[in-house]
Protein backbone atom coordinates (compact mmCIF):
# COMPACT_ATOMS: atom_id res chain seq x y z
CA UNK A 1 0.00 0.00 0.00
CA UNK A 2 1.25 3.35 -0.98
CA UNK A 3 1.19 5.97 1.80
CA UNK A 4 -0.99 9.04 1.44
CA UNK A 5 2.62 11.45 1.63
CA UNK A 6 4.00 9.35 -1.76
CA UNK A 7 0.78 10.47 -3.44
CA UNK A 8 0.79 13.53 -5.57
CA UNK A 9 -2.12 16.04 -5.67
CA UNK A 10 -4.51 15.88 -8.56
CA UNK A 11 -6.19 18.91 -10.10
CA UNK A 12 -9.53 19.40 -8.52
CA UNK A 13 -12.05 21.58 -10.16
CA UNK A 14 -15.76 23.54 -9.24
CA UNK A 15 -17.43 20.27 -9.87
CA UNK A 16 -15.20 17.74 -7.87
CA UNK A 17 -17.31 16.16 -4.82
CA UNK A 18 -16.36 16.53 -1.61
CA UNK A 19 -15.34 13.11 0.31
CA UNK A 20 -18.39 11.23 1.76
CA UNK A 21 -18.09 10.50 5.63
CA UNK A 22 -17.00 6.74 4.68
CA UNK A 23 -14.29 8.33 2.32
CA UNK A 24 -13.24 10.51 4.92
CA UNK A 25 -13.16 7.64 7.88
CA UNK A 26 -11.15 5.76 6.02
CA UNK A 27 -8.54 7.93 4.78
CA UNK A 28 -8.50 9.67 8.28
CA UNK A 29 -7.59 6.47 9.63
CA UNK A 30 -4.43 6.39 7.33
CA UNK A 31 -3.23 10.26 9.18
CA UNK A 32 -1.67 9.95 12.72
CA UNK A 33 -2.32 13.18 15.02
CA UNK A 34 -4.54 14.77 12.67
CA UNK A 35 -8.80 15.67 13.29
CA UNK A 36 -11.84 15.98 11.58
CA UNK A 37 -13.33 19.56 12.76
CA UNK A 38 -16.61 21.23 11.54
CA UNK A 39 -16.29 24.78 10.79
CA UNK A 40 -19.02 26.77 9.68
CA UNK A 41 -20.52 23.26 7.74
CA UNK A 42 -17.27 22.64 5.98
CA UNK A 43 -15.13 19.41 7.28
CA UNK A 44 -11.52 19.79 7.93
CA UNK A 45 -8.47 18.11 8.59
CA UNK A 46 -6.66 19.67 12.01
CA UNK A 47 -3.25 19.45 13.39
CA UNK A 48 -1.50 21.18 16.05
CA UNK A 49 2.62 20.48 15.55
CA UNK A 50 4.41 21.64 18.72
CA UNK A 51 7.89 23.16 18.43
CA UNK A 52 11.07 23.75 21.28
CA UNK A 53 11.42 27.62 19.81
CA UNK A 54 9.88 30.18 17.77
CA UNK A 55 12.91 29.92 14.95
CA UNK A 56 11.34 26.34 14.28
CA UNK A 57 8.01 27.41 14.16
CA UNK A 58 8.96 29.94 11.39
CA UNK A 59 10.83 27.46 9.35
CA UNK A 60 7.89 24.64 9.47
CA UNK A 61 5.36 27.52 8.70
CA UNK A 62 8.32 28.14 5.76
CA UNK A 63 7.99 24.74 4.57
CA UNK A 64 4.34 24.16 4.68
CA UNK A 65 3.83 27.76 2.91
CA UNK A 66 6.63 26.06 0.22
CA UNK A 67 4.33 22.91 -0.17
CA UNK A 68 1.31 24.97 -0.83
CA UNK A 69 2.85 27.02 -3.51
CA UNK A 70 4.11 23.61 -4.99
CA UNK A 71 0.70 22.14 -5.15
CA UNK A 72 -1.57 25.32 -5.04
CA UNK A 73 -3.49 24.38 -2.27
CA UNK A 74 -3.18 26.25 0.50
CA UNK A 75 -3.75 25.50 4.26
CA UNK A 76 -4.87 27.41 7.68
CA UNK A 77 -1.69 28.30 9.34
CA UNK A 78 -1.95 29.81 12.81
CA UNK A 79 2.16 30.00 13.72
CA UNK A 80 2.56 30.48 17.95
CA UNK A 81 5.70 30.61 19.49
CA UNK A 82 6.15 26.88 19.97
CA UNK A 83 3.38 25.29 17.61
CA UNK A 84 1.84 25.62 13.95
CA UNK A 85 -1.59 24.74 13.43
CA UNK A 86 -2.47 23.31 10.08
CA UNK A 87 -5.55 23.09 8.75
CA UNK A 88 -6.60 21.35 5.15
CA UNK A 89 -9.36 21.60 3.15
CA UNK A 90 -10.75 22.37 -0.36
CA UNK A 91 -12.14 26.03 -0.56
CA UNK A 92 -13.25 25.45 -3.87
CA UNK A 93 -15.69 22.45 -2.80
CA UNK A 94 -16.51 23.20 0.36
CA UNK A 95 -15.10 20.19 1.90
CA UNK A 96 -12.60 17.82 2.01
CA UNK A 97 -10.88 16.16 -0.79
CA UNK A 98 -7.85 13.72 -1.51
CA UNK A 99 -5.54 16.31 -1.88
CA UNK A 100 -6.21 17.77 1.58
CA UNK A 101 -5.09 14.02 3.21
CA UNK A 102 -1.81 13.31 0.73
CA UNK A 103 -0.83 17.32 2.31
CA UNK A 104 -1.66 16.45 5.40
CA UNK A 105 0.66 13.70 5.06
CA UNK A 106 3.26 15.04 3.76
CA UNK A 107 2.79 17.86 6.54
CA UNK A 108 3.46 15.28 8.62
CA UNK A 109 6.91 14.14 6.73
CA UNK A 110 7.70 17.55 6.85
CA UNK A 111 7.65 17.82 10.56
CA UNK A 112 9.11 14.54 11.05
CA UNK A 113 12.51 15.71 8.98
CA UNK A 114 12.75 19.02 10.63
Request: charged share 20%; glycine share 2%.
Given at each position: ?????????????????????????????????????????I???????????????????????????????????????????????????H????????????????????
Open positions: MTTLSKLSCEACSTGAQPLTNDEIDSMLFKLSGWELIIDSDKKLKRQFHTEKYHQSVAFTNAIASLAESTNHHPQIILEYSSVTIIWWTHVIGLHKNDFILAAKTSELFKSD
